[in-house]
């Protein structure tokens, strides 16, 4: 098994968009498993040695229903498209409800399909991860509410741009020290025990 060089060269892509426009240019739906060979060869052309495929894992319907009942997303949104719909939000590629591969760009399959297509052309293939917050649909929300970081109604009441309650159990939402809390995520406790076996 090959291996990166000690200082790689990414070619970072948000892998929902880039999807779109090759679908609009083809004129017909393009996932990972149909991206036309020219396109991989245009990418292998820049000489990077791996391309990271961002946003690729399964977004979050609760987290697109609270993006868009949130007026400093909203107004985030129309700023950057003026006429911005409620269905043109995807969601965010962190919103992650499931790690694995979202539909709509392919499943499993179209990102298999993507990686020997990368690997036919001498480059790796990098998704990421994020191990500090989940969507609040992940299925840890209900089956191991212990393994976030926890309110109380008073925190909820209080301070609802950093808690959001779910079937009567109150959650942080994700943080970093930089930013207001993200209000589609909720934050993860590394802490807690047994989390650590997922």
Sequence with gaps: MS?????PTLYEMNTWVWLSELSRKAGKSVDLSSVPSAEWDT?????????WFMGVWERS??????????????????????????????????????YVVDKHLGGPEGLATARRELAKRGMKLLLDFVPNH??????????????????????AKNDPASYVQIR???????????????????????????????
């Design 134 to 155: 989940v969507a609040p649909d992940h299925a840890w929300a209900t089956e191991h509410p212990e393994y976030f970081i926890r309110g109380n109604t008073e925190d």
């Design 61 to 98: 319907p609760a987290g697109i229903a609270i993006a868009n009942q949130n007026k400093g997303l909203l107004d985030d949104f129309r700023r950057a498209l003026p006429d911005f719909k409620p269905e043109d939000n995807v969601g965010s590629p962190y919103c992650i409800r499931r």
């Design 3 to 7: 291996t990166l060089p000690p200082y």
């Design 168 to 198: 009567g159990t109150v959650y942080a939402c994700g943080r970093d020290p930089y930013f207001p809390a993200w209000p589609d995520v909720l934050q993860l406790n590394a802490f807690s025990p047994g989390f650590d076996k997922q």
């Design 43 to 51: 990418i292998a052309k820049f000489g990077f040695d791996a391309v």
